[in-house]
């Protein structure tokens, strides 16, 4: 049989059904695909390589600071943190433009991303403003934000998409202490903080669905993880503890955690399986604490949730094993 033959043979198993790619391509360990693989392995280190030194670097400016941060003046502080911040932001900017170093550009980014709050932080500081000011936070992280996204229009690397989430993060945190005010009493500053994790937890979410079709979709997976820690974190906590519950977020939350897990499947996550199915136990557990605390009713609700649970896991190594076993 010839490899015409072969591969005739081959598209019409694969046709039927008879035959997977992922049967195929098993039994091709060397060729093209091999190749592929390992010099995709090498990029994925060389670029963990780059963002260790970059990390390095900013650690090794942060000392530099911190060792002769009173013998500076006020110049030189401004200088070695907001000059070393513009100088990192302009060799990532020179070297993006040849294409053989745009691995390295990305380790530039990232001193560049790390130093932007100190350095904004510090020449404000020593222009004589006060830095604890929410209004002035909101300022400096408004400038963060747009310089950051700003740059992707030009520079198309993914850190920069990283450090404008997080800078934006940022902004919508002391955009709501500055409206809310920091008189409030305790009760109800927590409360809206649950809320603006709840918020931001949706927004990641919605942001990293967006992003699963663009060039940026590495961002994905740490946006859903977070996003979904960040959404059910906040709803289990605005459901309060006994007798302080609120009816409303105790009895929505089961929807909200099965919804989780369902769009798991739809949006192909690990990250809702997992979160959904440990913050559903954790549920559990909150209501067998809060309403069978005492007499023969709490163990008999203990060795119910402890069959519940059970349930839960089996049920999410189901769906792991289904949807996401072929993805590890």
Same mark, same amino acid.
């Given at each position: 049989?010839?490899?015409?033959? @072969?591969?005739?043979?081959?598209?019409?198993?694969?046709? $039927?059904?008879?035959?997977?790619?992922?049967?195929?391509?098993?039994?091709?360990?060397?060729?093209?695909?091999?190749?592929?693989?390992?010099?995709?392995?090498?990029?994925?280190?060389?670029?963990?390589?780059?963002?260790?030194?970059?990390?390095?670097?900013?650690?090794?400016?942060? !000392?530099?600071?911190?060792?002769?941060?009173?013998? /500076?003046?006020?110049?030189?502080?401004?200088?070695?943190?907001?000059?070393? +911040?513009?100088?990192?932001?302009?060799?990532?900017?020179?070297?993006?433009?040849?294409?053989?170093?745009?691995?390295?550009?990305?380790?530039?980014?990232?001193?560049?991303?790390?130093?932007?709050?100190?350095?904004?932080? @510090?020449?404000?500081?020593? &222009?004589?403003?006060?830095?604890?000011?929410?209004?002035?936070?909101?300022?400096?992280?408004?400038?963060?934000?747009?310089?950051?996204?700003?740059?992707? &229009?030009?520079?198309?690397?993914?850190?920069?998409?990283?450090?404008?989430?997080?800078?934006?993060?940022?902004?919508?945190? /002391?955009?709501?202490?500055?409206?809310?005010?920091?008189?409030?009493?305790?009760?109800?500053?927590?409360?809206?903080?649950?809320?603006?994790?709840? @918020?931001?937890?949706?927004?990641?979410?919605?942001?990293?669905?967006?992003?699963?079709?663009?060039? +940026?979709?590495?961002?994905?997976?740490?946006?859903?993880?977070?996003?979904?820690?960040? +959404?059910?974190?906040?709803?289990?906590?605005? =459901?309060?503890?006994?007798?302080?519950?609120?009816? /409303?977020?105790?009895?929505?939350?089961?929807?909200? %955690?099965?919804? !989780?897990?369902?769009?798991?499947?739809?949006?192909? $996550?690990?990250?809702?399986? !997992?979160?959904? $199915?440990? +913050?559903?136990?954790?549920?559990?557990?909150?209501?067998?604490?809060?309403?069978?605390?005492?007499?023969?009713?709490?163990?008999?609700?203990? %060795?119910?949730? =402890?069959?519940?649970?059970?349930?839960?896991?089996?049920?999410?190594?189901?769906?792991?094993?289904?949807?996401?076993?072929?993805?590890?």
């Amino acid at each position: 049989m010839d490899k015409q033959q @072969v591969l005739a043979e081959l598209r019409q198993l694969a046709l $039927s059904g008879e035959i997977s790619r992922e049967e195929v391509l098993a039994v091709m360990p060397v060729g093209s695909s091999g190749q592929s693989e390992v010099l995709k392995q090498h990029f994925t280190l060389s670029e963990i390589m780059y963002y260790i030194g970059g990390g390095i670097v900013f650690l090794g400016i942060c !000392v530099l600071a911190y060792q002769n941060w009173d013998n /500076f003046s006020s110049f030189l502080r401004i200088f070695v943190t907001l000059g070393s +911040f513009v100088a990192a932001y302009v060799v990532g900017s020179l070297l993006y433009r040849y294409e053989n170093l745009k691995k390295i550009s990305q380790a530039f980014f990232l001193i560049a991303g790390c130093l932007a709050p100190l350095a904004l932080n @510090v020449a404000f500081k020593e &222009w004589g403003m006060d830095i604890s000011a929410d209004s002035l936070q909101v300022l400096i992280y408004l400038i963060l934000t747009s310089v950051f996204l700003g740059s992707l &229009w030009f520079f198309r690397q993914t850190i920069l998409l990283f450090f404008g989430i997080v800078f934006a993060t940022a902004l919508f945190h /002391f955009l709501v202490n500055l409206v809310v005010g920091q008189n409030l009493l305790y009760e109800n500053s927590e409360k809206i903080w649950q809320y603006t994790f709840l @918020v931001e937890g949706l927004a990641w979410m919605l942001v990293g669905y967006y992003l699963k079709t663009t060039s +940026f979709k590495a961002v994905t997976g740490v946006l859903y993880g977070f996003g979904v820690l960040a +959404f059910l974190g906040s709803s289990l906590a605005l =459901g309060g503890w006994s007798p302080n519950q609120n009816a /409303f977020w105790e009895l929505i939350y089961p929807l909200l %955690v099965f919804g !989780v897990i369902f769009l798991s499947v739809y949006v192909k $996550s690990k990250a809702f399986l !997992v979160f959904g $199915s440990l +913050f559903l136990i954790g549920y559990i557990l909150k209501l067998t604490g809060e309403y069978f605390e005492s007499g023969l009713g709490w163990p008999l609700a203990l %060795v119910l949730a =402890g069959l519940a649970i059970m349930g839960v896991g089996y049920w999410a190594v189901k769906l792991n094993k289904q949807y996401f076993a072929e993805k590890v």
